[in-house]
């Protein structure tokens, strides 16, 4: 069994994503791992290069600066990625550059890849997800986030990335991706989970993300100009419908970038702002353990 990792950034240190760490979490179990580095400016593709490991294969990419509706450029950044993955690999692990794989899960996603390499029905493997939000000590439970997404798929020339990559697809035509929906993927969900940071880092460097992520969905630069006005103190992480702590052990490669966390999040339940629906939804998946009417991006299996 062969398995190919990938992954894209542009900028990740001014970003502030966990770029090295995320690599370095699912290098374990792969044989090759496809970084796509955007024009970056600050020394992002010199760190991956600088950590010297054989595996990591760089692919330099332009990102087109004009692309900023539906957050496609990253749609278009991922297809970079498969299209240089490996054509004798079985496997294919994605992984953004916000996300990381705890060490403890990587031998339960090894098995499932290697139980199921020739099982053709099983087209891909779907994750857990646990949003982190404000800090490492509490995550967001609820419908604001996905709870699941697929993360490893298998390598066909037919699978896609599908609209801002959030997840994959399967199409007829896959030069000619526009022209169709694409097939929802056949997926198991495994007993892993993705560990996922997008919102926390201190609240300036979240406002300055914030904002060079929505360039990539809007053409309003009035209301960018807003965005940054209303959070020129910093983002405020009580704006948030509800978060739970968290009581587990972090993957052992972001302890250091925990133990330099140089900002403090104070949770404010009452500040929740829930709607009547939204309290409703989430009082019955308290109640069952499941949500409600959330979209699905696959056919479970």
Known sequence: MKVSGFSYVRNGFTIDYPFLESIQSILPVCDE?????????DGTREAIAALNNPKIKIVDSVWDDAAREN????????????????????????????????????????????????NKKVEGFLFHFLNFFGDYKHYCPTRKFHTKEIRIV?????????????????????????????????????????????????PMRQVKKNI??????????????????????????????????????????????ISQQDWEFRYDPSRTNMNFKERVLYFIQRLTGKQLFTYKNYRLI
Not at 33 to 41: N, P
Not at 87 to 106: G, K, R, Y
């Open 33 to 41: 791992f496809i970084m796509v580095v955007g024009d970056s400016t």
């Open 154 to 202: 298998r390598n066909s020339p037919s699978i896609r990335s599908y609209r801002d990559s959030q997840g994959f697809r399967k199409y007829q035509d896959p030069a000619n991706q526009q022209a169709e929906k694409g097939e929802k993927l056949q997926v198991k969900l495994i007993d892993a989970r993705v560990y996922h940071y997008s919102y926390v880092r201190n």
């Open 71 to 118: 957050g496609s450029i990253f749609a278009v950044q991922a297809n970079i990625g498969l299209d240089h993955i490996s054509p004798s690999s079985d496997w294919i692990f994605h992984i953004q550059a916000d996300e990381a794989i705890h060490e403890n899960d990587l031998p339960v996603i090894q098995k499932a890849m290697q139980d199921h390499l020739h």
């Open 212 to 257: 060079e992520l929505s360039k990539r969905y809007t053409k309003d630069d009035a209301a960018l100009e807003a965005m940054a006005k209303r959070d020129a103190a910093g983002f405020d992480y009580n704006v948030i419908d509800v978060l739970q702590e968290f009581h587990g052990k972090h993957p052992a490669v972001m302890q250091q970038r």
